[in-house]
């Protein structure tokens, strides 16, 4: 008959294991809630415009590669949010529509 292995488990080794394994996921936790940045494009459409495709900038975005980008109504787009990133897209829109921002926001770049 064959002996099966058996492996003895102390106390102290447990708990060494158990902290181990604690520390691991606080650790991974914590990298997870650091504070991201704003992705380097803002795409900024507007739903009631007379064309319904501006979302569809987005998918041609991500066709070509740039899937890091930032999705934002035109009415809710403020001089922090442009400042925040590097470049801004405006799909298709009357210019009637466009939000109020001081004219240093447009200055900027």
């Known amino acids: 008959m064959k002996r099966r292995f058996q492996i003895a488990y102390s106390p102290l080794r447990l708990l060494a294991v158990i902290v181990l394994i604690s520390t691991l996921v606080l650790v991974s936790a914590g990298r997870s809630a650091a504070v991201t940045l704003p992705a380097p494009i803002l795409l900024i459409v507007n739903d009631s415009a007379p064309n319904p495709f501006g979302r569809y900038t987005g998918e041609i975005l991500r066709a070509e590669g740039l899937n890091d980008y930032d999705l934002m109504q035109l009415g809710s787009v403020t001089a922090t949010d ?6 801004a897209v ?16 447009t200055e900027i770049g």
């Open 82 to 87: 442009l400042s925040q990133h590097s470049v």
């Open 90 to 105: 405006l799909a298709e829109t009357p210019l009637t529509a466009r939000p109020r921002l001081r004219a240093s926001s």
